[in-house]
């Protein structure tokens, strides 16, 4: 386990994963333009500007212009969305679920390995991962095994470091009190 310094100075242990869970890449090309916004209120697709408030003045020079061009490269961004999804959909869910997880691995994993760890915000990485393997057991195919002993890791480490938060606590309490930082 590797250790960092406290704000206040004391050290703190810091975790680092063992092994890194092997992702399943699926190779392409991917636009980075956004077609719409997905919110828990439901999904939002961007106003389109029209060429008269474009000449109104929206962009930084004050008009607009290139009519054609901004058509084509709105069909371009609109076929690599289609293509994207196209190959989203001829991915095995069981695949795209668990690259999900190892999101969540690796959300968890930096928030443990920051200085102090943030464990409120990894506790809920690791819950979700737990709840989603649990919910899930049986149908994550290949993946299942490595995610399950990732999911281990993560528990055990995110146990050593609270209990190291709390006896820096205490010793803490103890220095301010007037006590010795010693174990009773």
Partial sequence: MAHGAHQDGEVVARWRPKCRP???IVKGTYSTSMSSLWTPSGEHFPKK??????????????????????????????????????????TPAEIVVAN??????????IYLSQTP?????ARLAIDGL?????GLQGRLGEAEPSL???????????????GTEHAAAENSANVGNGGSAAPA
């Avoid at 760890?117 to 915000?121: A, E, S, T």
């Fill in 130 to 134: 737990g709840y989603l393997l649990d």
């Fill in 117 to 121: 760890p943030m464990l409120f915000q």
């Fill in 22 to 24: 092997r992702f399943q």
């Fill in 148 to 162: 399950r002993e990732s999911l281990s890791q993560l528990r055990l480490a995110f146990v050593r470091l609270e």
């Fill in 100 to 109: 999900h997880c190892y999101g969540l691995f690796e959300l968890a994993a």
């Fill in 49 to 90: 500007e029209t060429p008269d408030e474009a000449e109104a003045g929206g962009g930084p020079g004050g008009g607009g212009g290139g009519g054609a061009d901004d058509a084509q490269s709105q069909a371009e961004a609109q076929a690599a969305v289609d293509a994207m999804r196209a190959q989203l959909a001829n």
